[in-house]
Structures are given as structure tokens and as C-alpha cells.
């Protein structure tokens, strides 16, 4: 109770209470204590690192990970009798079903290695794409989606006759839901979206839109590549098609990545590539391909990036989602209202729904210039497009400057953004 009012909590506001707690310091420092890149000077200043959304940086347990492999273990895998090689697979294919449990899959045969989302991406258009495609067919994408998730559609659909469809953007940033529904037709033979917009941060409703496509029995890929950092992704629960994810968004390696894909979906579909570990039989007359996962995966893997990966995500569990929320909430929040303060920025993307990502523009000045100005403040972050020309385009900018935290970041640190941007423009005026 509310000893002022008289009011007493109900449990959606003591929830909603808890997530906009934010999270003790001392808390965060022994977080940061466990990532060494966070701890060097770049300029004389201590880094602030804010480019979360382009790769995150790794805990002490990734990269002791990824060296015991390589020190102790390092072999291939599902080709070799020896005691290395058997150590080498046993960790690789128990990271597969770490993965599995971590994001909700029913089985490990769902769980296909990649190289990262962008590949995961491909597969599907490729496999599926020239499963089911037929002239006029039609594929339906979002105006805020990365280049990864608009350019294999593009080729998919030039090379069957098919058509690309795109669901309009609100200004604020919001996917037009109307738009979309109105785009969803029998010729719609898959919808492909993002979870959340890599540029503006946008949370889509993801599971209205896989509602309304499965009414329609058209499957339905997430590429959630920005989502899987911020929220915890059941992947059984949204009853999505294939989920594309990076390893290294999420506090893994670089270059490895996941596609989940429903196990009745992906045994119909024909390999991406082929050559070792994908095949059953091979003879100069004709090949037989190995079953899910290994027929979507040819050639050597990367062996240290899955490790690495299933390290990554138990220390995302240690750490837990709930201070992982709780502490990028307040973030956001906070560096809302403080870059809101400085004369003529304006925040591009002003989505309801969004996650740790801020997008904005200072005065007149060229994103570069402001992004070059903050880097000799030992402050990282992007600018630029962010692979997302057509949004940007819609939007009628150039480009952003994109501050994006993670739960390792701080107020202290939003607070040396927002005076940097600042003296950015008040020096490009």
C-alpha cells in the first residue's frame, strides 16, 4: 500500500515496478568486472562502449571457453575415433541442445548451426524459398528491416517470379499492423520480420503477426537477431516457423549463428549446401543427405563458436533476464530524457514498445561528424544507416546516430553521452 494515498498495488504494478527498479551499482560493477574490454582508454577516456546493437563484448567465461577448446580439445567432430574428437563433438552437440533449452525448442533437430543470421536467412530463402515459390507468389517484409532480411528475398523472388512485398513503417516507428494485414493475401507464401528493429528499436507485436499469418496457414521467420540480447525468446510459445539469431549479438563469437525451424518445415526442405556432414551416401550416380540438423550443415563448423556460444548463454542465464530488463529499462529511460534536453536533437523512432536502443539526429550535423566527435570522448556508437537504407530512406535522413546499451552499461555513462553530444553540436553548429 501506497502509505500516501492509500492505494493499494495491484500485481501487473508491483511487475511493472520491479522492471523499472533499476538494478544496484555495485550490482552492475561486478558484472562489468567479468568483460576485460570494457576496462581500456580510448582517447585518454575511459570507454564507454554503446554499440551494443552491432556485436556485444564477452564475458571471461566465452573467451576461457573458446581458448580451453582450442588449447585442450581441438579436433574435428563426428569424424574421429580418438579421445579429442569425441571431447570436440560431445561439447558441440551439447551446445546444440543448450540452445535448444534456451530458446524453447522442441528437439535439437531444429537447432541448425549457421554463421549467423544473415546465413540462417539465406537458408531458408534458398531451401524454402525455391520449394514453394512460383511466379506472382508473394513474400511479405517490414520497411524497417535489415538488409539481411530484404536482399535474399529479393534474389529468391528474382529467380522464381515471385514478389516482394513491404508492410509501411509509422513515422514514430511502429509497423503499420493495418498495412500489414491488408498486404497478407493467398498469394502470401511467407512473412518475414524482425523481432526488433535494429535501427530504431522497435518491439514488433510479433505474436499478432504470426496470429494473423497462421490463419492464412502462412508460416512465418523472425529474424531475431536484436531481440534475443534484450527478451526472453520461447520460441514453442510465439508458434513461429523458423527464428534467426547471432551468436555474437548475444555476447558470443563472431560467426556463428542459429536458425530454429519447426522439424516438419525443415525435413521438406532440400539442402542449402553441399559437401561433408551433409551427406548420408555419396556415388558418382547420385547422393543421399543426412538427417536434421547435419543436412543443412556442410563443411567443418565452427566448433569454438558454438562453445563459445553455450557459454555465452549460461552466463546470460546466471546473470538472469530480469536484471537484464530491469537495468536496460532504466538505461533507455534515463538516456531518453537526457538527450531529449539538448536543443535540436531529435530521437528517430518513438515506438510504445521498444528496446535499448536510441536513434537520434543533432541540429543539421552529419551523423559521422557527431559519431567522430564522441569517439575522442571514448564514446562508441554507430552511425550511419545501420543496414537499414530503405527505412532510412522512408524516414527522410541519412542516417542516426545509434546509442544502444546492454545491462553492463551505465547511468554514469549515459550521462558522459549526453553532455559529449552536447559539445558535439554545439562544436558543429
Avoid at 9 to 20: A, D, F, L, N
Avoid at 36 to 41: A, D, E, G, M, V
Avoid at 53 to 59: D, G, I, L, N, Y
Avoid at 366 to 385: E, N
Wanted: with cysteine.
Amino acid at each position: 500500500m501506497d502509505t500516501k494515498t492509500g492505494h493499494i498495488e495491484t500485481e501487473q504494478e508491483k511487475s511493472h515496478g520491479e522492471i523499472s527498479k533499476p538494478i544496484d551499482a555495485a550490482v552492475i560493477d561486478r558484472i562489468r568486472a567479468d568483460f576485460p574490454t570494457l576496462h581500456q582508454r580510448v582517447h585518454g577516456h575511459p570507454l564507454a562502449y554503446l554499440d551494443n546493437a552491432a556485436t556485444s563484448q564477452k564475458p571471461h567465461a566465452v573467451l576461457e571457453a573458446i581458448e580451453m577448446y582450442y588449447r585442450k580439445d581441438n579436433s574435428n567432430v563426428h569424424r574421429g575415433v580418438h579421445t579429442l574428437s569425441q571431447r570436440a563433438t560431445d561439447a558441440y552437440e551439447l551446445a546444440r541442445k543448450q540452445i535448444a533449452e534456451f530458446i524453447g525448442a522442441g528437439s535439437t533437430r531444429e537447432i541448425i548451426f549457421t554463421r549467423g543470421t544473415t546465413e540462417s536467412i539465406n537458408l531458408v530463402a534458398s531451401s524454402l524459398g525455391g520449394m514453394i515459390l512460383q511466379p506472382g507468389d508473394e513474400i511479405l517484409i517490414s520497411a524497417m528491416e535489415h538488409h539481411s532480411n530484404i536482399v535474399p528475398w529479393q534474389l529468391i523472388c528474382s529467380k522464381m517470379g515471385a514478389v516482394l512485398q513491404v508492410a509501411h513503417v509509422t513515422e514514430d516507428g511502429e509497423l503499420d499492423i493495418q498495412d500489414f494485414r491488408s498486404k497478407l493475401s493467398k498469394k502470401t507464401k511467407l512473412v518475414a520480420i524482425t523481432h526488433v528493429s535494429n535501427s530504431l528499436g522497435t518491439i514488433n507485436p510479433v505474436e499478432q503477426i504470426i496470429a494473423d499469418a497462421h490463419a492464412l496457414n502462412i508460416p512465418v521467420l523472425l529474424d531475431g537477431a536484436q531481440a534475443v540480447p534484450h527478451l526472453q525468446v520461447d520460441v514453442r510459445d510465439l508458434g513461429v516457423d523458423f527464428y534467426c539469431l547471432s551468436s555474437h549479438k548475444l555476447f558470443g563469437p563472431t560467426g556463428f549463428g542459429i536458425l530454429y525451424g519447426k522439424e516438419s518445415i525443415l525435413d521438406r526442405m532440400p539442402p542449402y549446401q553441399g559437401g561433408g556432414d551433409m551427406i548420408d551416401q555419396v556415388d558418382f550416380s547420385g547422393t543421399t543427405f543426412n538427417e536434421l540438423p547435419h543436412k543443412f550443415e556442410a563443411g567443418t563448423p565452427h566448433i569454438a563458436g558454438a562453445i563459445g556460444f553455450a557459454a555465452a548463454l549460461q552466463y546470460v542465464e546466471k546473470v538472469g533476464f530480469d536484471v537484464i530488463q530491469r537495468q536496460e529499462a532504466d538505461l533507455l529511460a534515463y538516456a531518453t530524457e537526457g538527450l531529449s534536453s539538448i536543443s535540436g536533437l531529435r530521437i528517430v523512432g518513438q515506438a510504445q514498445e521498444k528496446a535499448s536502443v536510441l536513434s537520434f539526429l543533432v541540429g543539421k550535423s552529419h551523423p559521422y561528424d557527431v559519431g567522430s566527435i564522441l569517439d575522442r570522448f571514448g564514446i562508441a556508437v554507430r552511425t550511419g544507416h545501420h543496414c537499414t537504407q530503405p527505412l532510412m530512406k522512408l524516414l527522410g535522413v541519412p542516417g542516426t546516430v545509434r546509442a544502444s546499451f546492454a545491462f553492463y552499461n551505465t547511468r554514469s555513462e549515459v550521462d558522459r553521452l549526453v553532455e559529449a553530444v552536447g559539445q558535439a553540436g554545439a562544436m558543429l553548429a
